[in-house]
């Protein structure tokens, strides 16, 4: 196995001890850039990156900001990412009036979580939302997020932002209560309570009676939530736009999550197709870790369409796989209207040729493949999310990026594209610099994950990894259990390459194996995450 002319020890040396390893035969980590050497580097970093120096086509105003998050939308139902089961023509047209970013990834493939993070720009043990919180887990569990804490919102009202976010918000300060979004950043705030439907008059609206009170107020709204929370996001962007100054309006749709509930008009529209099943559907989870096989995320297991009693577990599987696919497209096409909505409104507010527009998702989703729903794990399907934007006069039209993109690089982003600073604690980096259509030569080239929730109803194994371009490693240590996948030969990550539960690996890979081990070890450290168990790899001749 060959190796950069950089070694080990010389990368180490460069990052004043904050070690990042060295990917399979190539280059240092690419995340080992400038802007982690030293606080001096970072801050020559973000004014060089910040318009007006390199973004000189710019408007002389401060440009608005539209941050539209989807909830759980996987890449493989986006035509703009070469989906053929259905159509997102509004979706669509921010890639094409702006960029795609082929290679963009979560955190932590979990609700409350990854929207933590994209707040804050950093990994989940800096900013308290390990899990999503108790009252979604039946008690079992205990994360908060201090809204004190600084947000990208915070930074841009101070620098003359108004700031407004409507939908979900998902982020408790104490059992049970929310997380204040007044305090968090936002002048305009309304939110409803919980992690998903049901989306027909649902109850548990909350929002300040003013702009800039951090009073929270119950409020009821009919119909259907997609729409209401669109109505809102429209209504809130004019009270921020009347009151003077650019705006940043965060809109956080809960579609689609379960119960995947589809507005009346788009109930059945699915219902004449019968969608091919994901090549992965009948996976046995024979060659991978007790995780993979004791996780509650089978489809056939789901009550939530009542199949017939009389169906066996595979019939179950294949009827319930149709009415989810029908029900979760159904929905996710309401919301690509709405996002039509929004986008008119720009359009006739003749808004569209001074507001960005960033289009990206809280994580990934499972529909079908593996046999599963849901998320959580750092398989594909759940790790990777869509990332899109749109910045008039600077992103070129229809163009694309293969940079790896990840959810702590979104408030970065945000920062630097108005011409602000990017706080030194912030874990993540701008995107700024890609905008041209070249990936600076430090960019990263792996990304660490964290996922912690084990609680009802999916109980799947804490884990953490690595993923470079060619390899995932996955560690779930709290039964000392591992996966390693081989992407290149393995893209659907059926065959991990460990044998003996994850205690013996096959022995063409051992060296790739100390090596990704390694950069694991260096990933914690740099990110500084002490949470879970240290990396530790117990090989089978240390059991009896």
């Known amino acids: 196995m060959s190796h950069d002319s950089i070694s080990r020890k010389d990368a180490i040396k460069r990052m004043s001890g904050l070690a990042l390893g060295l990917p399979l035969a190539s280059s240092i980590i ?104 108790g009252n979604t887990t039946n008690g079992a569990t205990h994360s908060f997020f201090d809204p004190s804490q600084e947000t990208f919102a915070q930074i841009l009202r101070k620098n003359g932002y108004k700031t407004g976010i409507a939908g979900k918000w998902h982020l408790v300060s104490s059992e049970d209560q929310p997380s204040n979004p007044g305090i968090a950043g936002f002048d305009y705030f309304v939110f409803k309570k919980g992690a998903g439907g049901p989306y027909y008059n649902p109850n548990g609206y909350y929002q300040n009676p003013s702009l800039g009170s ?92 009542n199949p017939p009693k009389d169906y066996s577990p595979r019939q179950r599987r294949q009827w319930s796989y149709q009415r989810l696919i029908r029900r979760f497209l159904g929905t996710l096409k309401r919301q690509d209207d709405n996002i039509g909505r929004l986008l008119e409104y720009l359009d006739k507010n003749h808004l569209s040729e001074n507001t960005i527009i960033v289009f990206t998702g809280d994580h990934g989703f499972f529909l079908g493949e593996h046999g599963w729903f849901d998320k959580r794990f750092m398989y594909e399907p759940a790790l990777r999310v869509p990332w899109l934007i749109k910045f008039p006069g ?7 990026s293969d940079a790896w993109v990840q959810s702590i690089d979104n408030a970065p982003t945000i920062l630097d594209m108005v011409g602000l600073s990017v706080p030194k604690d912030m874990q993540g980096r701008s995107l700024v610099p890609i905008f041209s259509g070249d990936t600076p030569n430090d960019w990263r080239n792996s990304l660490y994950y964290h996922y912690y929730e084990f609680a009802p109803p999916h109980w799947v194994l804490p884990n953490y990894g690595i993923r470079t371009d060619r390899f995932k490693l996955i560690s779930y240590y709290t039964v000392n259990q591992w996966e390693l996948f081989d992407l290149e030969r393995d893209p659907d990550e059926m065959d991990s390459l460990f044998s003996e539960r994850g205690m013996e690996v096959n022995p063409q890979y051992a060296d790739y194996l100390k090596d990704l081990l390694a950069q694991l070890k260096d990933l914690r450290q740099y990110y500084k995450d002490d949470t879970g168990k240290p990396v530790k790899f117990w090989a089978g001749d240390t059991y009896n």
């Open 394 to 400: 600077v992103t070129k039209a229809g163009s694309t």
């Open 30 to 133: 690419r995340n080992a850039s400038a802007a982690a050497n030293d606080n001096t580097d970072l801050s020559k970093q973000n004014q060089s990156s910040a318009f007006p120096n390199i973004i000189p086509h710019r408007k002389p105003d401060k440009p608005n900001i539209l941050w539209i998050t989807t909830e759980g939308v996987p890449l493989s139902v986006l035509s703009c990412y070469g989906s053929r089961i259905m159509k997102t023509p509004n979706i669509d047209r921010i890639a094409q009036e702006g960029m795609l970013f082929h290679n963009s990834f979560c955190n932590n493939a979990l609700c409350a979580p990854s929207r933590a993070t994209l707040l804050t720009g950093k990994y989940d043990h800096l900013n308290g939302m390990f899990t999503n919180p």
């Open 214 to 305: 951090q009073v929270i107020q119950e409020k009821s709204y009919p119909g259907y939530m997609t729409d209401t929370f669109t109505d809102l996001a429209i209504k809130g962007m004019d009270e921020l736009k009347k009151s003077g100054g650019p705006f940043c309006f965060t809109l956080q749709y809960f579609s689609d999550h379960r119960p995947f509930e589809p507005p009346h008009p788009y109930e059945h529209i699915y219902d004449d197709i019968q969608f091919p099943e994901p090549g992965t559907f009948w996976d046995d989870y024979q060659f991978r870790s007790s995780a993979a096989r004791d996780a509650h995320m089978r489809i056939q297991d789901m009550m939530d369409f």
